[in-house]
């Protein structure tokens, strides 16, 4: 469910530069095209002894490094080479370069190969085949791909098109003084400030070659846990600059050089890698100063604590395709300059910083490109602080740790609590924006239920994920204390002798695979929770061999092991009843064939037996009436439209007769099409699309006309629809069903607004599962009765449901149906 996934500069990091929050990635002017002090291009490496003896690299290589802090145009460039000591047949040798030199990174060109060597150069920015001496040499960075003539310092230093020079060893062409002379073993490196002073040797110093591509790769590998060996002085960049005033980075897909930090966190589990901050914060509230650094499988080797000063390749890494992304360094390498020192203090996230507007819109479209207003908009507020150290205080918890390691808390919790603890979800408009999950960068989640609480301070870096959105990453030691605060099961009362009970409950894939454990738990919802209903409707009953796609279709061994499981728990014998779904076509788990079942109690209950005249399986019920014009079922048990389009990939609507004390009730067990593909709420596309909505919606239409025929054909037939109709109360499929109240009263609705909720996702109490009623029955007693939602330990992800049907005092108000829509 958790899925987080996600260079390094050498040791010549450019100096600080200060540069704006909103630093665009365009290209840079060009220079002045001669070897004068360059502010932006410059050679800052050179290795002639690859593969030669006693050399640990294979090739020779120069490295070339951006001073500026906008990327430096490369196309139609070149690095040439000339021998130290040119003569008159001396030819200057042309490498062509490509693509462009990243703000404040690297453009690694790799030449000529010996016969030695044991390590190869990361991957190239570009490659020639110049074989250049180890000890002296000069190579040029030039303005084209035409070789240069020059054969002095006065005329190569002159050339318009000589963008910089380097001459080292006992070079003849140079700037100043040569740089000193390398070796099989050394290169030559410009110093970590990248200082151009128009002298070679002040300029650079020999030492073990640095090899550096533009991603920030290494010849060791690049990422190694954080890598060492990095800057030791600040590049031109802070992490305000990284992250800038929007959702992306100005900087992304660029190499960034020594940027300074302290280390806040470390994730030392599933994707590795640690935050940094920096403790001298910009004025831009929209800037935030922290960052993830991503070290992928490796663990990583800097502490919290730590000051650093970090080089990789700026991303933005999207955990889904819909998902907004999280900014961050890949293929680090850092250089540790202090250990323990104090942390920036936390933002404290409550009622005062957090805005009540949830987030920006974009008629649909992406938010991304639009500027962060962190005091109107929570999205905002999350984004323009994300990687930064926050904390909550006192949180209760709104959604139950999951097998992830995954809880939400509130950190407003006086925002639309429920009484058991949660917070209910009440409209597309009305999102909880104090809601924020708590996901241990250590895996040390405390397993909690709603309503129980963090007491204290919890503390963590700001992340995001496709599971739920923005969240806090605290350690053990960061965690506040676990306090449980004894949330218990409900159980609901049983029915009296005149009342029919009819309940429904998703029961997860349900198969005889499944544990004894699950079953007994499923049972006991059904014996003590619920009271043994007279009807219960079932979703997600698989078949006999569960997700094995064999051609099973049967579901009698799941039914037989989860109603022995039911008398095993003190309950009633229940005989069932269910149409086999033809192989693979009505959706869920691959393989399962999951349907519909009704369990019903033979001695509360009657089941009126009806065959169908055609394939049950794909033959549309229909409403008939009998020789004394009283209204039935073609068949019961019957589906509605199964071969319509509304049902592709689908569960479709069983409905059932049943004779209770001398009156019939029609029951309709459904389980409408899930919310898959749906984009999420906290997403970067606002309003979120909403996509499976539609075919709900035609869902929808279907059973309303059906119960339309059947109220047409009897004003006063008493129906009960109830299942997972995988909708809200207030959404246009359930308002489409229930015909705006006037059909079906949803009777979620009659509850009060804090206790309309079945199923708890990404901390929102919320409402899937449904008993709707006909006009006729205006006598009930209706309960959602929550055991599994708000738990941490679940039989099921759903609560069941239950009403209470008291017959013979039914007002029998009679329908008036409108014409059908």
């Known amino acids: 469910m958790q899925i987080h996934r996600p260079g390094a500069s050498r040791a010549a990091g450019a100096a600080f530069i200060a540069a704006t929050a909103t630093a665009a990635v365009i290209a840079a002017p060009l220079p002045a095209a001669f070897a004068t002090p360059s502010a932006s291009a410059v050679i800052s490496e050179a290795y002639g002894g690859g593969g030669n003896s006693g050399a640990t690299l294979t090739n020779d290589f120069v490295e070339l490094a951006n001073r500026s802090t906008a990327a430096y145009p490369l196309d139609g460039y070149s690095l040439q080479y000339l021998p130290a000591s040119a003569s008159a047949s001396s030819l200057w040798q042309v490498t062509p370069l490509t693509g462009s030199l990243p703000a404040g990174g690297d453009y690694l060109v ?21 074989a250049m001496a180890a000890g002296s040499g000069t190579v040029a960075l030039v303005k084209g791909t035409t070789a240069l003539t020059c054969k002095t310092i006065a005329d190569c230093t002159g050339d318009a098109n000589v963008v910089d020079l380097l001459g080292y060893g006992t070079a003849v062409v140079r700037e100043g003084t040569a740089a000193p002379t390398a070796s099989n073993t050394t290169s030559v490196s410009r110093a970590a400030s990248l200082a151009d002073t128009d002298d070679n040797s002040a300029d650079f110093t020999a030492g073990t070659p640095t090899p550096t591509n533009s991603a920030g790769d290494t010849a060791s590998g690049g990422s190694s846990g954080g890598g060492t060996g990095g800057p030791t002085a600040p590049g031109p960049f802070r992490i305000h600059d990284i992250q800038g005033t929007t959702r992306i980075s100005p900087l992304k897909g660029q190499s960034v050089v020594g940027v300074p930090g302290i280390v806040t966190a470390v994730r030392t589990t599933g994707s590795k890698g640690y935050w ?8 831009d509230p929209a800037t935030s100063e922290g960052l993830f650094v991503y070290t992928g499988s490796a663990a990583p080797t800097v502490s919290v604590g730590d000051s650093v000063l970090v080089s990789g390749k700026v991303s933005e890494y999207y955990p889904a395709s819909t998902a907004q992304s999280v900014t961050e360094l890949g293929s680090p390498v850092s250089t540790t300059l202090s250990t323990g020192n104090a942390l920036p203090d936390a933002v404290a996230l409550n009622d005062s910083t957090i805005p009540d507007a949830y987030t920006p819109t974009n008629d649909g479209g992406s938010i991304e490109a639009l500027t962060l207003q962190p005091t109107v908009y929570s999205q905002d507020f999350y984004e323009s602080i994300e990687g930064m150290r926050a904390s909550v205080t006192d949180a209760r918890v709104t959604g139950p740790t999951n097998s992830y390691g995954e809880m939400f808390v509130t950190a407003k919790p006086g925002e639309n609590p429920t009484k058991r603890g949660g917070t209910i979800y009440g409209g597309y408009d009305q999102q909880n924006t104090g809601r924020i999950e708590i996901v241990s960068a250590d895996g040390t989640t405390p397993v909690l239920n709603v309503g129980d609480e963090l007491s204290g301070t919890t503390t963590g870096p700001v992340d995001y994920s496709d599971y739920g959105g923005y969240l806090l990453a605290p350690s053990s030691a960061t965690t506040g204390t676990a306090v449980d605060n004894g949330l218990k099961q409900e159980v609901t009362r049983r029915q009296k002798g005149d009342e029919l009970a009819l309940a429904t409950y998703n029961v997860e894939n349900l198969d005889p695979t499944d544990s004894d454990d699950k079953f007994a738990r499923l ?26 796609d064999d051609g099973t279709v049967s579901a009698e061994a799941t039914l037989t092991k989860f109603t022995d499981a039911i008398v095993a728990a003190g309950g009633p014998k229940y005989s069932w009843r269910y149409i086999n779904p033809v192989n693979d076509q009505d959706g869920g788990e691959p393989g399962g064939n999951i349907r519909q079942v009704f369990l019903f109690n033979t001695k509360r209950v009657s089941f009126v037996d009806r065959a169908s005249t055609g394939d049950a399986s794909t033959t549309a019920v229909s409403v008939v009436k009998d020789r004394k014009g009283a209204a ?16 592709n990939s689908s569960r479709k609507p069983l409905v059932g007769e049943f004779r209770f004390q001398g009156k019939t009730v029609f029951v309709i067990a459904n389980h409408f099409n899930s919310k898959g593909g749906d984009q999420p709420m906290h997403g970067r596309y606002q309003e979120p699309t909403r996509s499976s909505e539609t075919q ?43 015909d ?15 206790e309309r909720y079945s199923y708890v996702y990404d901390g929102n109490s919320q409402t899937l599962d449904h008993i709707l009623t006909s006009p006729s029955i205006t006598h009930y007693d209706y309960d959602v009765v929550h055991i599994n939602s708000e ?10 449901q239950v009403v209470r049907i008291d017959v013979k005092d039914c007002g029998f108000k009679a329908h008036q149906p409108k014409p059908h829509k």
């Open 632 to 647: 039935h079922l073609s068949a019961s048990p019957g589906r509605i439209d199964p071969t319509s389009s509304a049902w």
């Open 791 to 800: 738990f941490a330990d679940q039989a099921s992800d759903h609560d069941p």
């Open 523 to 548: 049972a006991k919802g059904i014996v003590t929770n619920l009271s043994s209903p007279d009807v219960v409707t079932l979703e997600e009953i698989q078949d006999d061999n569960g997700a094995t």
């Open 740 to 754: 705006d109240g006037d059909v079906l009263t949803d009777l979620i609705t009659t509850l009060p607004a804090a």
């Open 696 to 738: 709900r919606k035609l869902q929808a239409e279907e059973e309303n006309a059906f119960v339309d025929t059947l109220l047409a054909a009897d004003p006063k037939a008493q129906i009960v629809a109830l299942g997972d109709l995988n909708d809200y109360e207030f959404s246009d499929a359930v308002k489409t069903l229930t």
């Open 276 to 283: 940094i901050q920096d403790p001298n914060p910009d004025s």
């Open 110 to 130: 790799s030449e000529g190969a010996g016969a030695g060597g044991t390590t190869a150069l990361p991957t190239a920015d570009a490659s020639g085949s110049i």
